[in-house]
T-cell receptor
Framework: DGGITQSPKYLFRKEGQNVTLSCEQNLNHDAMYWYRQDPGQGLRLIYYSQIVNDFQKGDIAEGYSVSREKKESFPLTVTSAQKNPTAFYLC??????????FGPGTRLTVL | QQQVKQSPQSLIVQKGGISIINCAYENTAFDYFPWYQQFPGKGPALLIAIRPDVSEKKEGRFTISFNKSAKQFSLHIMDSQPGDSATYFC????????????FGKGTRLHILP
């Protein structure tokens, strides 16, 4: 089955720790995205990548980092510089048809 | 100019009624307007989308109405069912090669049984 997988589903982090969220797709899509979702805030774009080895900051990139070494993978690292990281994180991918396909999400909680 | 404004923030509709969610945009360069549906704890999924060369698109009980001059578009859910209870996001994008989509803040819809 083609699709996007995110892991883990739930993640707990202590303050001051970096954590990495995984996102993998087998849809052969060039573009991949990371969004953060908070109640009442909609989907806010963190980073996106339109091609391997290239990525751009979205609207709320501070405190986050990404890499795009493989077409299938776009991991997101939440660094200790992110002051309020507790949120639901969504990864998506798209081809040039505009439709974005979303993964099931990772819920990150800072203890 | 990059914003997409969505209303209402939440909506309660009786089973069998019509649910209506509205969105407005400023940037006339937008040329693709999708609606996404999200169930609790899941990722959003594309529900229906429209381009500005048509004023309406219908898929089953879901219809998008598009008013280019007013820069507004809306989602109508006919014969609303409890299974339609979800959060709905409107969105807009400018160019198929740009790939970046601007999302509204979402509408939480609850259909009363």
């Amino acid at each position: 089955d083609g699709g996007i997988t995110q892991s883990p589903k739930y993640l707990f982090r202590k303050e001051g720790q970096n954590v990495t969220l995984s996102c993998e797709q087998n849809l052969n899509h060039d573009a991949m995205y990371w969004y953060r979702q908070d109640p009442g805030q909609g989907l806010r774009l963190i980073y996106y990548s339109q091609i391997v080895n290239d990525f751009q900051k979205g609207d709320i990139a501070e405190g986050y980092s990404v890499s795009r070494e493989k077409k299938e993978s776009f991991p997101l690292t939440v660094t200790s510089a992110q002051k309020n990281p507790t949120a639901f994180y969504l990864c998506a991918s798209s081809d040039y048809s505009n439709e974005q396909f979303f993964g099931p999400g990772t819920r990150l909680t800072v203890l | 100019q990059q914003q997409v404004k969505q209303s209402p923030q939440s909506l309660i509709v009786q089973k069998g009624g019509i649910s209506i969610i509205n969105c407005a945009y400023e940037n006339t360069a937008f040329d693709y307007f999708p609606w996404y549906q999200q169930f609790p704890g899941k990722g959003p999924a594309l529900l229906i989308a429209i381009r500005p060369d048509v004023s309406e698109k219908k898929e089953g009980r879901f219809t998008i109405s598009f008013n280019k001059s007013a820069k507004q578009f809306s989602l109508h859910i006919m014969d609303s069912q409890p299974g339609d209870s979800a959060t709905y996001f409107c969105a807009a994008s400018m160019d198929y090669r740009d790939d970046k989509i601007i999302f509204g803040k979402g509408t939480r819809l609850h259909i009363l049984p």
